[in-house]
Structure formats: structure tokens, C-alpha cells
């Protein structure tokens, strides 16, 4: 079974986590709540980790149970009130362990391949490699643009 691809293309994802990670704990209650490019910092974050979990959704698969409103998590409507940090980290905490156990099954020579589940739901092909691309550069954007609210308010980001 060779994986040095799939482990080589899974670090920028354990970054992205990371980033994620470091970006809850740093992130201000107050900053939390508040419209940071037209959404709240909070709903933005949760969108992020629903995200990864429905990449990563085999065809059968319902998506994790989720601790707000899925119009709220894909960005359709504003949540309110804010979602605690302790939920969104269970939360994460279970969509993290279903991306854990997708990237595992994966050997390099499914890469090249199509994820088959995913194209149907976007309406484009999408191979495994660009999925597993996906799960940090989604990420990562998210994680950018909420880093602008705590710059906004003189604190360091996290990127």
C-alpha cells in the first residue's frame, strides 16, 4: 500500500486544522459573535468544519449531527445566538474523526481517481486528490478571513 502522496498531500490539512484549533482558542467571545465580512466569526468557523465533513461524505452517508441549523452551517441564513466554542469543538472533534478515517483509506493510487460521492454534489468532476486538496484550501480561506476580525481589533492572527 503506498501512501507517501496521500501523507505528503494530508499535511497542508493537519495545517489548516491546526490553524482552526489555534484560531478558537485565540479568538475573543466578543470577536466570536460579531459580522466579520458579512457573517459572524462564529458561523464561519462551523461552515468550515461542516464542509470538510461533507467532502468527505461516501454516497450513503448522512452528515454528522451538527450543533446548529444546516441553513446556518452552508451560509444561507445568520445564526443567532452565537454557537459556544465548546460545541463547536465536539462538533469538530467528530467531523475531524470521519476525515481522519477517509484520508486512511486512501492510497495513492486512488488519487487520480474520481470521488464519485463529491461530483455528484457539486455537479463537476472532482478526483480524490483534488477532494484531499480541498479539505485544507476551504479550510485554510475560512480561517483567513476570520484572522481579519482580530486584526481588526489589534490582535495577532493566527496565520
Given at each position: 500500500m503506498a501512501r507517501e502522496i496521500v501523507t505528503a498531500a494530508q499535511g497542508p490539512f493537519l495545517h489548516a486544522w491546526g490553524l482552526l484549533n489555534?484560531?478558537?482558542?485565540?479568538?475573543p467571545d466578543e470577536i466570536w459573535a460579531e459580522k466579520n465580512g458579512g457573517w459572524p466569526v462564529?458561523?464561519?468557523i462551523a461552515h468550515a468544519v461542516m464542509v470538510l465533513d461533507f467532502f468527505v461524505l461516501g454516497e450513503k452517508d448522512p452528515l454528522l449531527p451538527a450543533?446548529?441549523?444546516?441553513?446556518?452551517?452552508m451560509l444561507k441564513t445568520q445564526g443567532a445566538p452565537a454557537l459556544g466554542k465548546a460545541a463547536l469543538r465536539e462538533y469538530a472533534a467528530a467531523v475531524k474523526t470521519r476525515v481522519d478515517a477517509w484520508i486512511a483509506g486512501l492510497e495513492?493510487?486512488?488519487?487520480?481517481?474520481?470521488?464519485?460521492?463529491?461530483s455528484a454534489k457539486l455537479g463537476r468532476e472532482t478526483s480524490y486528490a483534488a477532494t484531499l486538496v480541498m479539505l485544507a484550501?476551504?479550510?485554510?480561506?475560512h480561517i483567513g478571513s476570520c484572522d481579519a476580525a482580530l486584526r481588526d481589533h489589534g490582535l495577532p492572527g493566527v496565520f
Open positions: 489555534a484560531y478558537v482558542d485565540a479568538c462564529w458561523q464561519q450543533p446548529c441549523d444546516m441553513d446556518v452551517l495513492d493510487a486512488d488519487l487520480a481517481g474520481t470521488n464519485t460521492a463529491l484550501s476551504h479550510t485554510d480561506y
